[in-house]
T-cell receptor, first 114, second 119 residues
Framework: NAGVTQTPKFRVLKTGQSMTLLCAQD?????MYWYRQDPGMGLRLIHY???????AKGEVPDGYNVSRLKKQNFLLGLESAAPSQTSVYFC?????????????FGNGTRLTVT | AQTVTQSQPEMSVQEAETVTLSCTYD???????LFWYKQPPSRQMILVIR??????QNATENRFSVNFQKAAKSFSLKISDSQLGDTAMYFC????????????????FGTGTLLAVQP
């Protein structure tokens, strides 16, 4: 059982380049989330999805786009990368929005923008 | 705005001893949930323990327990019999249930406490 899988694990981009981070979950979860983790900042929610075909903004959505075309996948896109987007990105999923439904996290993607 | 504060950036404890990590939060809500997550060097986020605000009894999971003081808005984590494998970053997190359609419960994280267990 793979759980939540993020690809790639590491990436280096130049300013202005674009890329897509892929999150895949095999638990048939409805809810999926993208967080970023920065030193001294904890984890902050970028975007989330409450089901296939739906997305919504989190705390820090600017500069990112997401898509949830298939229930098991949640894509995070950077159209024009900036150094401020250097961070570790975590994807998570949960079965539903109930607070007793725990979040399952992926292992993160370390992105560096030079 | 809801905030979570972890005032100890780093802590150290000897193996087999007990350590307490502090967390305070600010909210005007009465119904909410608190969590402690562990992030070892592997970067995996692991749920350690959860506390429902309406429950007076402190949550316990094996060597991990919490001291939940609702009036003081305090939620500390106690690790007993510390083990080398407990070395990790620990995050306190807060969630208010959302009851309107289309929204989801969102976790608000503290900045973390890096715990080092010394042999």
């Amino acid at each position: 059982n793979a759980g939540v899988t993020q690809t790639p694990k590491f990436r280096v981009l130049k300013t202005g380049q674009s890329m897509t981070l892929l999150c895949a979950q095999d638990m048939n979860h409805e809810y999926m989330y993208w967080y970023r983790q920065d030193p001294g900042m904890g984890l902050r929610l970028i975007h989330y999805s409450v089901g296939e075909g739906t997305t919504a903004k989190g705390e820090v959505p600017d500069g990112y786009n997401v898509s949830r075309l298939k229930k098991q996948n949640f894509l995070l896109g950077l159209e024009s990368a900036a150094p401020s987007q250097t961070s570790v990105y975590f994807c998570a999923s949960s079965a539903n929005r109930g607070v007793l439904s725990p979040l399952h996290f992926g292992n993160g993607t370390r992105l560096t923008v030079t | 705005a809801q905030t979570v504060t972890q005032s100890q950036p780093e802590m150290s404890v000897q193996e087999a001893e007990t350590v307490t990590l502090s967390c305070t939060y600010d909210t005007s809500e009465n119904n909410y949930y608190l969590f402690w997550y562990k992030q070892p060097p592997s970067r995996q986020m692991i749920l350690v323990i959860r506390q429902e605000a309406y429950k007076q009894q402190n949550a316990t999971e094996n060597r991990f327990s919490v001291n939940f003081q609702k009036a003081a808005k305090s939620f500390s984590l106690k690790i007993s019999d510390s083990q080398l494998g407990d070395t990790a970053m620990y995050f306190c997190a807060f969630m208010t249930p959302v009851n309107y359609g289309g929204a989801t419960n969102k976790l608000i994280f503290g900045t973390g406490t890096l715990l080092a267990v010394q042999p």
